[in-house]
């Protein structure tokens, strides 16, 4: 067999039927619902006990967390936005208009990662303008974890359900 086909047949390109899309699909939606501003969720649920010395060390990754996010956001943030944008809207056109598969197997993965995106940034703007401390900050980071949750669910259904589509529609599978 042919070195060049078989790196081929492994780094296909096909995103519905391939074993490499769907693993990235599961490790980046676990990443984003562990992940809220950078706290990391087991800090999260250890602070939820209210023990002390866990509780200040969240309430202080919290404040360098959303400072960065911050500045970031005043500094940069026209310039991501507009780069997102142009990507997405790259995505669309390349997955949905010219129907190449890569493009709308990314699309379908990264619209929804940009709603985080945005949730994420909104709590870092109203933790900054009003901070929060204690069991209010608690329960706050677990309701966006929440919401982040529910936007991976959907996410990930609509995705397996475009995905089903796209392989029983394009005869993929027969």
């Given at each position: 067999?042919?070195?060049t086909?078989?790196?081929?047949?492994?780094?296909?390109?096909?995103?519905?039927?391939?074993?490499?899309?769907?693993?990235?699909?599961?490790?980046?939606?676990?990443?984003?619902?562990?992940?809220?501003?950078?706290?990391?969720?087991?800090?999260?649920?250890?602070a939820?006990?209210?023990?002390?010395?866990?509780?200040?060390?969240?309430?202080?990754?919290?404040?360098?967390?959303?400072?960065?996010?911050?500045?970031?956001?005043?500094?940069?943030?026209?310039?991501?936005?507009?780069?997102?944008?142009?990507?997405?809207c790259?995505?669309?056109?390349?997955?949905?208009?010219?129907?190449l598969?890569?493009g709308?197997?990314?699309?379908?993965?990264?619209?929804?990662?940009?709603?985080?995106?945005?949730?994420?940034?909104?709590?870092?703007?109203?933790?900054?303008?009003a901070?929060?401390?204690?069991?209010?900050?608690v329960?706050?980071?677990?309701?966006?974890?929440?919401?982040?949750?529910?936007?991976?669910?959907?996410?990930?259904?609509?995705?397996?359900?475009?995905g089903?589509?796209?392989?029983?529609?394009?005869?993929?599978?027969?």
């Amino acid at each position: 067999m042919d070195w060049t086909l078989a790196i081929l047949r492994l780094i296909e390109l096909q995103t519905f039927t391939s074993f490499w899309y769907w693993l990235v699909v599961i490790v980046t939606w676990s990443i984003a619902g562990n992940w809220l501003i950078g706290i990391p969720f087991d800090m999260l649920f250890r602070a939820r006990k209210c023990a002390e010395a866990e509780l200040a060390d969240l309430e202080a990754l919290v404040d360098i967390n959303v400072r960065r996010i911050i500045w970031t956001d005043r500094v940069f943030g026209a310039a991501i936005a507009g780069l997102i944008g142009f990507f997405l809207c790259s995505l669309g056109v390349v997955g949905f208009v010219y129907g190449l598969e890569l493009g709308q197997g990314l699309f379908m993965l990264a619209a929804p990662l940009t709603l985080v995106v945005i949730l994420n940034l909104r709590l870092a703007r109203q933790l900054d303008a009003a901070p929060l401390t204690g069991r209010p900050l608690v329960r706050r980071l677990f309701l966006v974890r929440l919401w982040t949750q529910v936007i991976a669910m959907i996410a990930l259904f609509f995705t397996a359900m475009y995905g089903m589509y796209y392989a029983i529609s394009s005869q993929v599978l027969f």
